[in-house]
């Protein structure tokens, strides 16, 4: 257990529609990453959070966009759901220790999008 | 070029055997380098992670790095079935400003582990 929890663990939308995936960081950890990994393929960063602002963004659009809160949680949302975007979704935490710096990940959100 | 290269597999060893999982990386500022273990329809799990030039050893894993080479490697002694997994190789760049490595992952490597 790496005490980073995802919610929920799976979700089916249909092509169009938003979500909302929700990710609670490990304890001490003020930086939260998201990852995005399609079948067969390794997890590609799509950004991350760090005190609450966006601190790097991967190639991905905007209707890929995000939030940290005060108690450093965070969410993924998504609009205009496309079949591509079906993945799973990984929400990865750390403290920020410079290049030793090690990120835990969550059990992920599978989205299915239909 | 990928930025993170890994062969796919699947890697097949026997029981007891070392495995060896490759992976080449082509961003030179790259500062930290990591293998996760990831399980089908799991998450990845760190299993090692290595900074700086050389081999480190944690229990029966072995990561050894060679940043002239921009080559980074993974052995697993005495590999068990329950060894059978995709492992990822994933390469960092931690950011000027705070906040934690950025990491690029390859596409896994399969491993299998036969009685």
């Known amino acids: 257990e790496t005490g980073v929890t995802q919610s929920p663990t799976h979700l089916i939308k249909t092509r169009g529609q938003q979500v909302t995936l929700r990710c609670s960081s490990q304890?001490?950890?003020?930086?939260v990453s998201w990852y995005q990994q399609a079948l067969g393929q390794g997890p590609q960063f799509i950004f991350q959070?760090?005190?609450?602002?966006?601190?790097g963004r991967g190639n991905f659009p905007p209707r890929f966009s995000g939030l940290q809160f005060p108690n450093y949680s965070s969410e993924l949302n998504v609009n205009a759901l496309e079949l591509d975007d079906s993945a799973l979704y990984l929400c990865?935490?750390?403290?920020?220790?410079?290049?030793?710096?090690?990120?835990?990940f969550g059990a992920g959100t599978r989205l299915s999008v239909l | 070029q990928k930025e993170v290269e890994q062969n796919s597999g699947p890697l097949s060893v026997p029981e007891g055997a070392i495995a060896s999982l490759n992976c080449t990386y082509s961003?030179?500022?790259?500062?930290?380098f990591f293998w996760y273990r990831q399980y089908s329809g799991k998450s990845p799990e760190l299993i090692m992670s290595?900074?700086?030039?050389g081999d480190k050893e944690d229990g029966r894993f072995t990561a050894q790095l060679n940043k002239a080479s921009q080559y980074v490697s993974l052995l697993i002694r005495d590999s068990q079935p329950s060894d059978s997994a995709t492992y990822l190789c994933a390469v960092g760049k931690a950011g000027v400003t705070g906040g934690g490595n950025k990491l690029t992952f390859g596409t896994g490597t399969q491993l299998k582990v036969e009685l």
């Open positions: 961003d030179r500022v790259s500062q930290s």
């Open positions: 290595i900074y700086s030039n």
């Open positions: 959070y760090y005190r609450e602002e966006e601190n």
């Open positions: 304890s001490g950890h003020n930086t």
């Open positions: 990865a935490s750390s403290s920020y220790r410079g290049a030793k710096n090690i990120q835990y």
